[in-house]
């Protein structure tokens, strides 16, 4: 049986007016008005989800995409301009920074009002008040008033009291971000427990390592509207499709804006085709034993002579993380001029990984660091075992004994 819904997002679009400063000349046509035109902009259009009791949904997507006012939307901080949110539960909120604190309250005032805002009594509280504190681990500012914090301490002080709510909700955005190392790490491990009690967390990252790791689902926007939603592993091949394709543009504006400058036809270099073999002889998608050796043939072709480049291979993990990279510059191997098609070939000894789905990545560039092309799914293998013994990517040689 499903969990019950606890989020509901229906059908729910957020429009801005944004104003803009008008041109001298429209000033000059308009003279005697307002020197700024309006213009509504649609933040989100037409945005459904349903949250289950338990799950932790991811909100990704590139910068400017809605995250933030999505995450708003569903905390009551802005209100749709059509469609609504529905919410079963106590929610606590942890969102831009600046919010939920007043700034002329010390840090003791606030933890008060930002409790009591959230439903708690004053007996309450003062209960949790001294846990609070030693999450933050800023006591000794507790009686400074908020402006004088740095943006860390403030969101340490914010996310102490979002946890000892006792929330059922529990939303997060980027703002942790700001939180030093260990901090950050004690955050995640909170949310781990939190997930643990099956609380409902929807946070907001630009980290997608963390939403692989994290996350049960995730839900990618794009310009507001929801492009993807589904399992992480799914949800982030769409956005890193997205991105690809961002920096695809990119690289095409780059060579256009240096041939305007210099003059000179920049080569346009590309991968034709990449295709795998393990040592055994296996091709298309193989399956290598561990310790098994894999071959990456690539094909590339330039339309004017390509100098002072390097050719790369990569190895990730089916979310996206990269487990190993190298390129014929950091090997030291320099790459004669091409004009027209090369082939080239990798050859990966002895990958030392684990059961599992991996990919390659192929990448294509100029000594001085420019990208040409770059493929982040270029090919996939597996790694087959008898009897997995083991959790991870890494194959690791593992013994055990008991000492007297
Ligand atoms: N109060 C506002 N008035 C006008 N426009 C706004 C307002 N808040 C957000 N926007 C616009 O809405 C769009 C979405 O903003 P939002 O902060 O939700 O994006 P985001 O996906 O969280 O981005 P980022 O990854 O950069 O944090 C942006 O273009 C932003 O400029």
Not at 143 to 157: C, E, H, N, P
Not at 191 to 211: A, K, M, N, Y
Not at 327 to 352: K, Q, S, W
């Amino acid at each position: 049986m499903n969990a019950p819904t606890v989020i509901r997002v229906d059908d729910v679009s957020k429009r801005f007016v944004i104003r803009k400063e008008k041109s001298l000349k429209e000033r000059l046509v308009n003279f005697g008005r307002s020197n700024k035109h309006k213009e509504d902009f649609w933040a989100l259009r037409d945005v459904s989800l349903d949250i289950h009791a338990g799950t932790t949904v991811g909100l990704i997507g590139p910068n400017g995409s809605g995250k933030s006012t999505l995450l708003k939307t569903i905390g009551g901080i802005l209100q749709p301009t059509s469609g609504q949110v529905l919410l079963r539960g106590r929610l606590a909120a942890l969102l831009e920074l600046g919010a939920g604190f007043h700034p002329d309250l010390t840090g003791r005032e606030n933890v008060y009002l930002n409790a009591s805002i959230l439903g708690l009594s004053r007996a309450e509280i003062a209960r949790h008040f001294d846990a609070i504190v030693d999450f933050s681990g800023i006591e000794q500012f507790i009686d400074t008033q908020v402006k004088f914090y740095s943006s860390g301490m403030y969101v340490r002080l914010a996310f102490a009291v979002a946890v000892h709510v006792d929330p059922d909700i529990l939303l997060v955005d980027e703002v942790l971000a700001v939180g030093d190392e260990p901090f950050q790490r004690k955050c995640l491990e909170r949310i781990r427990q939190f997930q643990s009690e099956g609380r409902t967390i929807v946070l907001v990252t630009h980290s997608l390592d963390q939403v692989a790791e994290f996350c049960d689902r995730a839900v990618v926007l794009e310009h507001g509207v929801v492009a993807a939603d589904g399992a992480p592993r799914d949800a982030l091949k769409v956005l890193r499709a997205e991105f690809e394709s961002t920096r695809q543009e990119e690289i095409e504006k780059a060579a256009q804006v240096a041939e305007r400058d210099t003059g000179r036809t920049q080569p346009r270099a590309r991968f034709n085709g990449i295709a795998l073999r393990s040592d055994s002889g296996a091709v298309g998608r193989p399956a290598l034993k561990p310790g098994e050796g894999l071959s990456v043939a690539m094909e590339v072709e330039s339309d004017a002579p390509l100098e002072s480049w390097e050719i790369g291979v990569g190895v990730a993990t089916t979310l996206g993380t990269v487990l190993y990279g190298t390129n014929t510059r950091l090997m030291g191997i320099p790459l004669a001029t091409l004009d027209g098609v090369g082939r080239y070939e990798f050859h990966l000894a002895d990958l030392p990984l684990s059961e599992g789905e991996y990919v390659v990545q192929a990448s294509l560039g100029t000594n001085d660091g420019t990208e040409l092309h770059g493929v982040p799914e270029a090919a996939h293998f597996t790694i087959e075992t008898e009897d997995a013994r083991s959790v991870g990517s890494v194959a690791v040689a593992t013994t055990f004994s008991v000492e007297d």
